[in-house]
């Protein structure tokens, strides 16, 4: 069923269904366009784009706060069948200089002010090839001089738009991992259009939503966004997350559903205990991107009401690996609290396994690495085939997560396979000390690691 299905296709022809709803609103200004202002904003971006030379196989920086503009220039870049590399605007001059250096984009999108200095000395070692750097003026910057300031289209020019094939890479996105290393995860515009079409199956969205989204687009919150335009969803975008604001958005402009990391969450509960709230229009609270703490995960659910979705994925596998759906939350918050711990079941189109050392899989309760085959898996690595080969073998991606089933299907993630500690010939892995450990009333974080020891081999402290 994959053979046909693209980002190019699914995305766009999705937006141009809804017409003048409103597509995207910004907030604290409100300023709104609609999907149809949205679908003539992308083709005028692409045009211009085409025009300096965007087209398939052609690399594409954008570097851009959450905003409209974020969007329409993210779109407009995979609407003209080039490849996209978000950069996330808080990343350190040494992050950027090597995902500039690998990727060597022949096109930078800039309205990050801090990183100019770095941009230019990118345009410097690269101006003879061809590269233009891209200033957008919505954002009142003065951009340096050797950077171009984009200028919209009166007219969409008449030039043939690429046509996406499958295995065209549509987006290249950056992860440090557990490693500190950047690495480029590369994915398909079929890998892409499957993870969307999974989660708009699993946990649909549709006209009558309101999303409000305050972490940055360029992560996780990029995928929940796509499948909301694909599904006509009225978006919300905040530049950053401030609770205070963030509630009163909720109120304001009847929001129904939203994404957070659990950070956020703890941070709405503080503020829910401060003032008189009104979040009666939530349907749906997504969460996910760390661990959960469980006695917060119920204060939620006891505050906000049912509501709540847990996702598990990571950036290789287009943030679709498991999912803890809402009624499962509610099942399990009413008779077995122990499921809560868990990231839930496998998604839709993706096969989970739990393997041993030895390649075989684990019954319920013993641990093993997660390992994932997946439509919308990753196709590698950018430049390199070394961490390629080691973390997709025979169509399995290996996570380097360790985990564990129950008796009802149910994952649960244990710890990371290289914060395993063998002491004394044993496992250990610090997130159960840490978990234990963090359990005493007056210790609020608690950190695991192992030191070397002439008689155990490691000890953990």
């Excluded at 996910?288 to 009401?305: D, N």
Aim: proline share 5%; hydrophobic share 40%; net charge negative.
């Amino acid at each position: 069923m994959w053979d046909k299905i693209t980002f190019q296709s699914l995305v766009y022809k999705g937006i141009k269904r809804f017409g003048e709803l409103p597509a995207i609103t910004l907030l604290p200004s409100g300023e709104t366009i609609t999907y149809k202002e949205l679908w003539n904003k992308i083709e005028r971006i692409s045009s211009y784009l085409l025009r300096l030379g965007a087209g398939r196989g052609i690399h594409i920086a954008t570097i851009i706060p959450n905003s409209l503009e974020s969007v329409m220039f993210g779109l407009a870049v995979q609407q003209c069948g080039a490849t996209l590399i978000p950069i996330g605007e808080k990343l350190g001059k040494r992050e950027i200089n090597f995902i500039l250096k690998e990727t060597k984009p022949k096109l930078v999108i800039i309205a990050a002010q801090t990183h100019f200095d770095t941009f230019l000395e990118y345009l410097g070692e690269a101006k003879e090839e061809g590269v233009h750097i891209i200033g957008l003026p919505e954002f009142g910057h003065h951009y340096p001089e050797g950077f171009e300031q984009f200028q919209w289209p009166e007219e969409i020019e008449d030039v043939d738009l690429p046509i996406a094939k499958k295995e065209d890479i549509a987006l290249l996105s950056y992860t440090g991992g557990t490693t500190g290393t950047p690495k480029g995860v590369m994915h398909s515009q079929q890998g892409l259009g499957a993870a969307i079409i999974s989660a708009a199956i699993e946990d649909p969205l549709d006209d009558r939503d309101r999303l409000l989204l305050s972490t940055p687009i360029v992560h996780s919150a990029g995928s929940l966004l796509w499948r909301s335009l694909v599904s006509g969803v009225h978006i919300y975008v905040m530049r950053s997350f401030n609770a205070e604001t963030f509630i009163q958005a909720i109120k304001d402009h009847e929001i129904t559903t939203t994404f957070m990391v659990p950070t956020m969450l703890y941070r709405l509960l503080d503020q829910a205990r401060k003032i008189d709230y009104d979040m009666s229009s939530m349907r749906s609270i997504f969460y996910g991107a760390s661990p959960i703490s469980q006695k917060r995960l119920k204060e939620a659910f006891e505050v906000f009401g049912p509501i709540m979705r847990q996702q598990y994925g990571m950036t290789e596998c287009n943030i679709v690996i498991t999912r803890l759906s809402k009624s499962a939350h509610i099942w399990a918050y009413h008779n077995n609290a122990e499921v809560l711990k868990s990231c839930g079941k496998p998604c839709l189109f993706t096969e989970v396994r739990l393997i041993d050392d030895k390649g075989n899989d684990v019954k319920p309760f013993e641990l093993g690495e997660i390992i994932v085959k997946s439509p919308a898996m990753m196709v590698g690595y950018y430049q390199r085939p070394d961490l390629t080969q080691e973390s997709i073998r025979d169509g399995w991606f290996y996570t380097g997560d360790i985990g564990r089933w129950d008796e009802n299907g149910y994952l649960y993630i244990v710890d990371r396979k290289k914060d395993m500690i063998i002491t004394g010939g044993m496992n250990v892995y610090s997130s159960e000390v840490e978990r234990v450990v963090n359990q005493h009333p007056s210790i609020a974080l608690s950190a695991c690691i192992g030191v070397p020891h002439p008689d155990w081999g490691r000890r953990y402290v």
